[in-house]
């Protein structure tokens, strides 16, 4: 049986993976998580989320899929915002029930009579945010490069200039690998080893730089476990 997992982007779906990976590592006496295939919406819309169910649906019997997932970012919504989109979505595809809170399956079934079981997860730090607003949250080492952006952000809204929370800590993160966690040797070949544009390299060579214990991870993990 296959667990499929939507997923926004590119960089979602290697981050994720990342923490399906430690999870198989440190979680004992408990069979290892399998993420079978990563579904990416590259950038979100009600048309492309039910795009994606519709594939699936088509596929659900073929690729005898018994688990689905579906992670993208809570931005600047509330959890019942989103879940509000995430159920319109599914309504459209699936014959199912209808979900209450992330974390938590619910059972669908397509037309052809296939059923399958599905929960979501809204990508977040402290309620808010996207990927990146949770990689600055877990950063493993010092970050004075990113960290002097806080400074900077003071000094733009001083001068009556608005800085989106969202692309700020996209600019931090951005900091963050090519500065603060480069090395002088991979900082000759930066676009390739240090930024998000190649987040596969980075998530490959340097899972370090991340804290994968931080209590911002709880969630996310609680999520993988359904899984099992």
Known sequence: MSNI??????????????????????IQLEPPIYIDDYETLEGLSETKLVTTLKALEADLQKRDIEKIGIIIDVDNYSDPERLQFVN?????????????????????????????????????FEGQGELETLLKAIKAIESPHADCLDSWKTCIENQGKEINQKHFDKFW????????T???????????????????YVMEHKKDIWDWDNPALDDLKEFFKLFC
Do not use: H, P, W
């Not at 997992?5 to 440190?26: H, R």
């Not at 993160?173 to 603060?180: K, T």
């Not at 480069?182 to 596969?200: G, I, L, W």
């Open 173 to 180: 993160v951005s900091i963050y690998l090519r500065y603060d």
């Open 88 to 124: 319109k979505c599914i309504q459209k595809v699936f014959e199912a029930e209808t979900l209450s809170r992330t974390k938590q399956f619910i059972d669908i079934c397509g037309d052809n009579g296939t059923k399958a079981k599905l929960a979501c997860y809204f990508t977040n």
């Open 182 to 200: 480069c090395s002088n040797q991979d900082r000759k070949q930066a676009e390739k080893k240090c930024s998000m544009s190649r987040f596969d």
């Open 5 to 26: 997992v939507i997923v926004e982007s590119k960089n979602d779906a290697i981050f994720m993976q990342a923490m399906v990976e430690k999870l198989n590592c440190d």
